[in-house]
């Protein structure tokens, strides 16, 4: 996958994340589609789901570089994917949408002020890495259409039950769909001092669960 400079590259939650993306659109075959990528980063998951003869995709994100990553690999792929620029949910908050997918930041950091800019702005979580997860839950089900479903991935180490807990009170149907425990990659390698700290992990620990979380609206 092609990416600009300061673009982050797909990792393993989005690999995790685009099985189960895949399985939920070969459940409904030739049905169309309305899906919704936010913090799209180079798009991986958008360029999945227009693989689907059926899907009419828009892939969200803050970042320009990222953006144009999208449109260069949907190009590249011969894929359709609308791209807009923006916070979430805010550039398509008139449209409603039958599957919403989100790899949000989510590593904990040092403190709750957020990058604008750089790498670690695809990554950094706030202090308890929930501040996106956190807005995806609020935000999200506001876009879902009826019967829409939203998925997304984070580590357990943000609380998955607060998650869960999140989703239900908009009014969702929320469930873990999978998990994968894996080591933990560089950005975790680096943070693993300050998270034991602070009793996110045990000492020692150097792996983490992945959950990819589906939620869908009666």
């Known amino acids: 996958m092609l990416r600009g400079p300061g673009v982050y590259p797909p990792q ?4 995790l994340l685009a099985d189960v993306l895949r399985e939920e659109l070969l459940d409904a075959p030739g049905t169309p589609c309305r899906v ?3 913090c799209a980063g180079a798009g991986a998951l958008s360029l999945v789901a227009a693989g689907f003869d059926n899907t009419d995709v828009t892939a969200v994100d803050c970042s320009r570089k990222a953006l144009f990553s999208v449109a260069l ?3 590249r792929l ?3 994917v609308r791209v807009r620029r923006g916070d979430l949910t805010a550039p398509v908050a008139t449209q409603r949408f039958d599957l919403v ?3 949000p930041p989510y590593v904990p950091g040092a403190g ?3 990058p604008t800019r750089g790498v670690m702005r695809a990554f950094d979580g706030g202090r308890d890495g929930r501040l996106v997860v956190d807005r995806v839950c609020d935000e999200a089900p506001a876009v879902l259409a009826p019967g829409g479903c939203l998925l997304m991935v984070h580590s357990a180490i943000n609380g ?3 998650t869960l807990r999140r989703l239900e009170a908009q009014g969702l149907r929320a469930d873990v769909v999978t998990r994968c425990t894996h080591p933990f990659g560089p950005v975790f390698t680096a943070r693993a001092e300050l998270l034991e700290q602070r009793g996110l992990i045990e000492q020692g620990q150097r792996t ?3 959950v990819v979380i589906r939620a869908r609206r009666p």
């Open 12 to 15: 393993r939650d989005t690999w």
């Open 78 to 80: 011969r894929r359709r």
């Open 160 to 162: 998955v039950d607060e």
């Open 208 to 210: 983490e669960e992945l």
């Open 101 to 103: 997918v989100a790899n």
């Open 73 to 75: 690999n949907a190009r």
């Open 36 to 38: 919704l990528e936010v």
């Open 112 to 114: 709750d002020d957020l």
